[in-house]
């Protein structure tokens, strides 16, 4: 049974950082798709980014282009989610979530993905 874990939540200042940890235990997240979605209060699940299965091929959506960076530590088994310059918008609960079927690309639909971690909680503040 794959297990997934993420982690590095909190309470950070608007313009600060955080990083967050996705670790996968009875499964190997390395050469697969991987995606963090997020949900805000009041709102629906939605994709932040997703990687295809080497993580060369990724998808960030608009709103966090240029201050979110994804990586992978393969020796590690987890996924990492590089938040910079965070803005009160980006308050959210994050779910890493992989799929364990290669694919070709990244996928943005929470159906395509197999493991679900539990989430964690991102709360910014003015």
């Known amino acids: 049974q794959v297990h997934v874990v993420e982690s590095g939540g909190g309470l950070v200042q608007a313009g600060g950082s955080l990083r967050l940890s996705c670790a996968a235990s009875g499964g190997t997240i390395s050469n697969y798709p991987v995606a963090w979605f997020r949900q805000a209060p009041g709102k629906g699940r939605s994709v932040v980014t997703a990687s295809n299965w080497n993580g060369r091929n990724i998808y960030y959506v608009d709103s966090v282009k240029g201050r979110f960076t994804v990586s992978r530590d393969n020796a590690k088994n987890t996924v990492y989610l590089q938040m910079n310059s965070l803005k009160i918008d980006d308050t959210a609960v994050y779910y890493c979530?992989?799929?364990?079927?290669?694919?070709?690309?990244?996928?943005?639909?929470?159906?395509?993905?197999?493991?679900w971690g539990q989430g964690t909680q991102v709360t910014v503040s003015s």
């Open positions: 979530a992989f799929r364990d079927r290669r694919g070709i690309g990244y996928y943005l639909t929470e159906s395509t993905y197999d493991y």
